[in-house]
C-alpha cells in the first residue's frame, strides 16, 4: 500500500492509440491559421481580415485545448482510482462555450474585425484537424 508513482504527481498519458495525431492538431492549428492570416496581410494587404483569422485561429486553439482538458477530466472520473474526485464536465463545456462566445462577442464589438475572418480562423482547427488525419494515415503509428 505504498504510494505509486502515477498516483503522485499528475498520472502520465497512456498508451493511446491515436495520442500523437491529438498533440499534433494545436501546433498545426497555429501554423495553419497563421499562415493564412499572414498570407492575407501581406498579399491582399488586408489587415483587418488578417487579425480576425490571426484572433479566430486563437481562440480555435484555447477552444480544442479545452476540450481536450475536458475529455481527459470525464475519462479521469471515469476511472475507478478516481472515483473520490467527481468532476463536473457539463460545467467545464458551458464555461468553455460561454468564454468563446464572449470572446468572439468583444472582439467583433471593440475591435470591428469581420466576423467572416473570426469565423475562418476558428475553422484553422478543422482544417488541421483533417491535415493531423491525413499525416496520421500517411505515417501511421507503429
Known sequence: MGNHPAEIGSAPEPNIVGLSTIRRIP??????????AAATAVICRNYDFAMGLVLGTLLGWLNFSLLRRGVAAIVASATPASAARPRAPVVTAAFRYGLIGLSLYVIFEYLHVPLVS?????????????AASIWAILKPEE
Open 27 to 36: 501546433w498545426l492549428t497555429l501554423v495553419i491559421g497563421l499562415t493564412a
Open 118 to 130: 473570426l469565423a475562418l480562423g476558428l475553422c484553422a482547427a478543422g482544417v488541421a484537424i483533417i
